[in-house]
């Protein structure tokens, strides 16, 4: 099959590519991954990536913004560095943002106001939204909710909640994308049932590389390391959960990524 994919949550600012990205690249392109997106998730975690993107021009894109676990780090809430990295051609969201409460690595005040903070720069230049929630679901849904309909689009990156809570952010009209937590029997299990509640046309796809290699992945990889050429794999995962094939899978979910981040 023509497989076209675009993973929409990479980490490849992370130190466990610093050996090998070009080929953790090449080994994506073979996949079939025709797109990767860049994770941003501090100021210069941010720079990083899009100086990143700007080493594969066309294939590689980036998001710019604060991770709530470095929300601390945040001293003028105007974000001017993340303002102007939004201006430049490879930065095609604002984020990854949100709340995580379950770490807690930075203040929950603090974890709002960047959030906030965010959600109010991405209305203002009328981008999307890449977000994080983890344990804060009635929060992050009280601060979203006021900024949804001034945002084009916004997705929840590695969705792992129930099926009560998809619906809550379906009800806000949110994008979903899905990892490899799905090819997990152990952790994965109440995702493997929820999955198939996502509408065709607000499923994404991402590994969240280097993190949550695929555990039914065989032949067992050497390295527990994640990357995108995995990615053909969780499809597969995601479209047995659905009842679907895995072109359809691919496919969809192609389509909606294109369209969400305009690429």
Known sequence: MDKQM???????TNNRFDK???????RAQEAGVKHLIITGTSIEESIEAQQMAQQWPHYCYST???HPHDAKSVTDLSLPDIRALAATP????????????????????????????????????NMPVFMHCRDAHERFIEILTPWRDKLPAAVLHCFTGSEQE???YLDLDLHIGVTGWVCDERRGQELREVVRH????????????????????RPKPKSSRNEPK????????????????????????????QAFFSI
């Open 20 to 26: 090998d990205r070009a080929d953790v690249i090449t």
């Open 90 to 125: 490879e930065v095609v969201a604002i984020g990854e943002c949100g709340l995580d409460f379950n770490r807690d690595f930075s203040p929950r005040p603090q974890q709002k106001a960047v959030f906030d903070a965010q959600l109010a720069l991405a209305a203002e230049l």
């Open 230 to 257: 995995f990615l053909p794999h969780i499809a597969a995962v995601i479209a047995e959960c659905r009842g679907e094939t895995a072109e359809q899978v691919i496919a969809q979910s192609y389509v909606n990524s």
């Open 6 to 12: 675009i993973d929409i949550g990479v980490n490849l």
């Open 166 to 168: 998809l619906r809550e």
């Open 198 to 217: 996502i509408p065709a046309n607000r499923l994404m796809i991402e590994t969240d590389c280097p993190y949550l290699l695929p555990r039914d992945y």
């Open 64 to 66: 710019a913004g604060v």
